[in-house]
């Protein structure tokens, strides 16, 4: 009996925790939440209490107001968004690429943006191969 | 006798060509908004200005005026950020239109948060504290990719969605916060979002003002015209 009832508690007390659990996934703290953007609070008042202004100017005017790191709704550019069919274009062919990526409509900045890193690979390599070469080259014609 | 034939032959009509005659139809909304966000990459953004949103144009216009005065668009797969009359910037993203709070709002879905009739399939049910929790389960095949959703409802509004890995672990969590009724139209003004990211919450904050609903004319904004 005592195990019967042992068993039925421990089923019950179960239960009970599993679906405690799960409103409780359905909270957060608030206070968590507005300590840690209340920087960004402050600026957010000072924009509707001076309609119209940008960051720039609230920079010039306010440089307390600065916040580190502060970005807009655009992301830099990265490795992981770098198309490496237009990188090949501006590394391989950039003549081609010019019509193929630059002047291309359907092509988007991160395109653009490729093709421009493989045209610059491009001439730093050759650069750098020429270098190489001439030193080379020369060292042949001392000897 | 010619008045209840007339009434008779209009309801049969109606049933006919399927006209809901009871419920209403939004296609356009316009609210001022206010983005605040800290960023797992140490960044911080604060972006305020307005958002338009047509349904027929699935084009969503962010109007900014801080930062820097812009403007945004999101088009099928395009994201376009236009300086002036000039595109500084046009990437290629995921459709994520008709997951939008504005299109989930103007067609009646945000309740299940867009998961009908997608991948998602309600698994179970159940009611607690208030809320009514539903399980959505990803299909089978896109189970390695995709983990749970969870979604409550209080009051017969969407409260929060918690969206799992496939390793069962929360990665995010959305809270949709006081709603407003605008004409008719409920809509959340204050969205919360918390990102978890290598054992750290990581805060987004949206708040909408102003929601206007259906709005007549403007066609230049809700219908952006990008060269």
Partial sequence: MKKLILTFSLIAVMLISANASKSDLFTYDQNAVNTELSQLTTLENYVYNNEGVTYSQVLESNSAMAITNM????SAFSLGDMDWGAWAWGFCCWPIGLFTV?????????????????????????????????????????? | MFNNKLCINLLLICLFFNVNIFSQTFYRLKADFSMKEKKPDGTSSLVIGKVYFDKNYNKVVYVIDFPDKQTVIM?????????????????????????????????????????????????????????????????????????????????????????????????????????????????????????????????????????????????????????
């Fill in chain 2, 75 to 227: 088009h099928d797969t395009s994201f376009y950020r236009i300086e002036g009359k000039k595109i500084v910037e046009h990437k290629k993203v995921p459709n994520t239109n008709d997951f939008t709070i504005f299109n989930l709002c103007l067609n009646g879905k945000l309740i299940n948060y867009g998961l009908e009739n997608s991948i998602f399939k309600p698994t179970k049910v159940e009611k607690e504290n208030n809320m009514v929790i539903t399980t959505w389960v990803p299909d089978s095949k896109m189970a390695k990719k995709m983990g749970n959703v969870m979604l409550s409802v209080k009051d017969k509004k969407l409260f929060g969605v918690i969206i799992f890995s496939p390793k069962n672990e929360i990665i995010e969590k959305k809270f949709f916060n006081k709603y407003i009724n605008a004409n008719g139209l409920l809509f959340p003004s204050e969205i919360v979002e918390i990102r978890y990211y290598d054992g750290k919450e990581y805060y987004k904050v949206t708040t909408y003002k102003n929601v206007v609903v259906d709005e007549k004319g403007k066609e230049d904004i809700y219908n952006y015209k990008i060269f």
């Fill in chain 1, 71 to 74: 970005n807009g709704l655009s």
């Fill in chain 1, 102 to 143: 630059i002047l291309n409509k359907d092509k988007d900045s991160n395109s653009k943006i490729s093709y421009l890193i493989g045209f610059g690979c491009a001439v730093v390599l050759g650069i750098i191969s020429n270098i190489v070469s001439y030193a080379v080259y020369g060292s042949l014609w001392y000897y």
